[in-house]
């Protein structure tokens, strides 16, 4: 059984930064991959970010490539994702889920989800 509890959420304009960290319970954290996804009003939960169990592989979608950088630190039970040049489009709530498959784009691959951090970014 793994929780995760994510923080760093917040309002923010247009060209701001954020890390949101995601903070796991467990002692098996190093065996879970870890993802970041998001969801907007109406939308689809959709992927954003992707880290293997060692760190040393990470996958991105299309639309924050460049600009987001996830890592974790296993000493400390911790995912994190650094979001630079912040759009609008970026608003959503922010989820971390741990899963056994690394980079999968499918909530359902994911076993344990958080409950979600709110980012918003005006314009």
């Known amino acids: 059984q793994v929780q995760l509890v994510e923080s760093g959420g917040g309002l923010v304009t247009a060209g701001d930064s954020l890390r949101l960290s995601c903070a796991a319970s467990?002692?098996?954290?190093?065996?879970?991959?870890m993802g970041w996804f998001r969801q907007a009003p109406g939308k689809e939960r959709e992927f954003v970010s992707a880290?293997?169990?060692?760190?040393?592989?990470?996958h991105y979608a299309d639309s924050v490539k460049g600009r987001f950088t996830i890592s974790r630190d296993n000493a400390k039970n911790t995912v994190y994702l650094q979001m630079n040049s912040l759009k609008p489009e970026d608003t959503a709530v922010y989820y971390c889920?741990?899963?056994?498959?690394?980079?999968?784009?499918?909530?359902?691959?994911?076993?344990?989800w958080g409950q979600g951090t709110q980012v918003t970014v005006a314009s």
């Open positions: 467990g002692r098996t954290f190093s065996s879970y991959a």
């Open positions: 880290i293997s169990w060692g760190g040393g592989n990470t």
């Open positions: 889920a741990a899963g056994r498959v690394f980079g999968t784009l499918t909530p359902r691959d994911y076993d344990y």
